[in-house]
């Protein structure tokens, strides 16, 4: 009998928000399947657990998706874990998901922290329903012609970005979008956890202030919404 892929949600700063379940797979499992054998390390650590860590990124997830499998099959049980927060949403880990899928191994969610959802239930705008994208592209051109496809979208848009391109985004959005309702969350659940909430124009000059650092998630209204 084939062994279990558990896709298991990690904190997103704060080790505190890991669930207890998410600690019995981790120990229970064979292999743990991780973004980041750094950040791996240090959350086994920290729960006082060892075991055998293969890292997959967006390079080689296709590459090793065969060997992971094959010790699914052989009856071995993994944990795949993301650098932080829900796997597989701007993470690898979708390739060895669909590879186990189609190879009949049993898939199960060990769900907990998100970085969108969080961000989300603390944004004050209405997200009864949303557009998450991710990390828009890197260079501007491409980045303004993907914002235009969005902009009669009339609910919030969820984006993750960059200290060192946060600036930009956030101009190009202001630009293409105009001065909309707008929240940038900074460093979730951590100890230099900070919301910035207000217009773009508002928003920009907050965030200008200082010399952008962590991770950020931008938050922006849709067309039309009252905020």
Known sequence: MGGVLYVVATPVGNMKDITLRAIEVLRDVNVIVAESRERALKLLSHLSIRKPIITINSYNEERKAGSIVQQLLSGKSCALISGAGTPCI????????????????????????SAVAGAISISGLYADRFLFYGFLPQKRGKKRKVLREFLSFPYPMVFFESPRKLIDTL?????????????????????????????????????????????YLIIVGGKGRPE
């Open 90 to 113: 701007s993470d690898p880990g979708g390739f060895v998901v669909r590879a186990c899928h189609e190879a009949g191994i049993d898939v199960r969610a060990v769900p907990g922290p």
């Open 171 to 215: 101009g190009c959005i202001r630009e293409e979008f105009g001065n909309r309702p707008a929240v940038v969350v900074k460093e979730m659940t951590k100890i230099h956890e900070t919301v910035m909430r207000g217009l773009l124009e508002d928003v920009i000059d907050g965030v200008s202030a200082e010399e952008p650092k962590g991770e």
